[in-house]
């Protein structure tokens, strides 16, 4: 079975600065799909990045980017020139590639990030 | 495109009383997936339907629980005799399956369920 474990359950940055969040997981497969999303307080589940494990290249979305080490199943979110509205909680999710089967996400606990002015 | 709506945001109920949740998903999206968070959780999986079909169960969902997608469009989640550990937010989320590709599931702002 796949597992993500997120090690930090809070974390905080100064408005401007970089911050880094860290997400592993654990899975025998060779294709699979990793994302993070974010959950604001109130507001719903919004995806940030997503990358594809047989792709090299790490993922990037302006201020976002990730560090995608496959042989060490780790998946860690960089946020670049943080803003208060990135305030939120960030969850790490797994996805197998199966075709045409269940792609039901397995999620880590989460990260809750507060940016500070 | 106006995204994942769902319905009702929040509803408080009783004890032994039965729930039903609304999701629209996006139109031409044909994935449709329900999840369950509770605090300081992430969301864990209960159901997904493909067009109309339900695929997948979670073992999570009780015999109470029960789930429809009747024209493969909105899907409705109906919890009956509802326990105390029900309480949760309820997610559902949308996507557009296609052969071989990176599927992204969008999701709508939850129904938050309070069992008193």
């Known amino acids: 079975a796949q597992t993500v474990t997120q090690s930090q359950p809070e974390m905080s940055v100064q408005e401007a600065e970089t911050v880094t969040l860290s997400c592993t997981y654990d899975t025998s497969e060779n294709n699979y799909y990793l994302f993070w999303y974010k959950q604001p307080p109130s507001r719903q589940m919004i995806l940030v990045i997503r990358?594809?494990?047989?792709k090299q290249q790490n993922a990037t979305e302006n201020r976002f980017s990730v560090n995608f080490q496959k042989a060490a199943k780790s998946f860690s979110l960089k946020i670049s020139d943080s803003q208060l509205g990135d305030t939120a909680m960030y969850f790490c999710?797994?996805?197998?590639?199966?075709?045409?089967?269940?792609?039901?996400?397995?999620w880590g606990l989460g990260t809750s990030l507060a940016v500070n002015p | 495109d106006t995204g994942v709506s769902q319905d009702p945001r929040h509803k408080i109920t009783k004890r032994g009383q039965n729930v039903t949740f609304r999701c629209d998903p996006i139109s031409e999206h044909n994935r449709l997936y329900w999840y369950r968070q509770t605090l300081g959780q992430g969301p864990e999986f209960l159901t997904y339907f493909q067009n109309e079909a339900q695929l997948e169960k979670s073992r999570l969902l009780s015999d109470r629980f029960s789930a429809e997608r009747p024209k493969g469009s909105f899907s409705t989640l109906e919890i009956q005799r509802t326990e105390q550990g029900d309480s949760a937010m309820y997610l559902c989320a949308s996507s557009l399956a296609e052969a071989g590709g990176l599927e992204t599931q969008y999701f709508g702002p939850g129904t938050r369920l309070l069992v008193l």
């Open positions: 999710a797994f996805m197998k590639h199966v075709a045409g089967n269940n792609r039901k996400l397995i």
């Open positions: 990358q594809e494990a047989y």
